[in-house]
């Protein structure tokens, strides 16, 4: 996905942010606010955004003011300053022609999006992840600290190992804090994502922010995941959960295919560089991921790309019996297509080359009162596959190299 740098006016100076932007066109925009002393490139925002973007949404990840790049000291930071931060992001994008109508919150971010968004009518919807009913939960991570920055107005805590200088302002604030009258006041789709096992914010959080809100809301359980999500098989669930549950509630209306194009164009989308996992996108509607097995490198959480190549032919085929079969009028009940894929020698397809060919046997089961003759018919049909003539005879691939500057280079 192309992501921009940028900075923006927050509430005590310039925020640091990305923008990630999708590679097609651009049909809505989101915000995600990250948790607690985290930051705008956590892995659970990372990917969140990538699976957004390849659905035609932009996402604005930021620091908070005090973290990351971002200008100010954290120390002087309160939850209402990350309020008005997230106020200023979202100002940012309006001025900008990109309202967005999504915010993603991440624990503490979470309870930030849940108070803007009660001043916020463009928001359409919102997703939490992990996040706290009462803000004041959040001093429970350095709670043995509390005396010290009551009196002296700030202390120095360890927090993930790293070290974050805590005011008391900060402390006042949050124990002030009451989300409840706030999220009764939404005026948006509610989207809780939580982990049961989560010991930083525990699961009865989401439980609260659950019945407080109105309809339409939605709960849905992180099975196993730790608190910040680092896990990259719990991250792309939660991407997932929210991608597919934000096309209800966003505007997404895609563009006409382009010319010669008829279904649209399909895209494969890098979404781990460190592996092989891809996007894979046909307009916003349709999402599938491709993969490969773990023993070759990959985490195996789609199809190959062989496998791909499978599932057309028997779905194809699949296609085209039931096609016929219907203008027949004939009793079939149910049809199913198993399909492999292997590398022969050429000698062993009948033909004179030594080269290796690619080999996909098919294997149809049809299910009804049909007699031999009509059996017989339907696996002819079955040839007439439009994939399967694609496998069978020579086909052209155009390759064209698109560099940064947009133009297409031939290759």
Known sequence: MPTERISFPGHAGTLDARLDLPEGPHLATAVFAHCFTCGKDIPAARRVAARLTTMGIAVLRFDFTGLGHSDGEFANTSFTSNVQDLE?????????????????????????VLKATAKLDQIKAVATLGAPF???HVTHNFSSALPEILEKGEAEV???????????TFVEDVADERLQPAITRLNAALLILHAPRDTIVSIDNASEIFMAAKHPKSFVTL??????????????YAADIISTWAKKYLALKPPAPPIGAPEGIVRSSEADPNGYLQDITHGTRHHILADEPRAYGGTNQGLSPYGLLSAGLAACTSMTIRMYARRKDWPLKHVSVDVSHNKVHAQDAGTTSADKIDEWKRRITLTGTLDDDQRARLLEIADKCPVHRTLERTSKVLT????SDGVLVPS
């Open 88 to 112: 200023q992001a979202v100002a940012y994008l309006n001025s900008r022609d990109m309202p967005p109508s999504l915010l993603i919150g991440h624990s503490l971010g979470g309870a930030a």
């Open 134 to 136: 009462d803000p004041g």
């Open 158 to 168: 360890s927090l993930g190992g790293r070290p974050f200088r805590i005011g008391k």
């Open 223 to 236: 099975d196993d995941a730790d608190h910040l999500i680092t896990n990259a098989d719990h991250a792309e």
């Open 400 to 403: 064209e190299l698109v560099p």
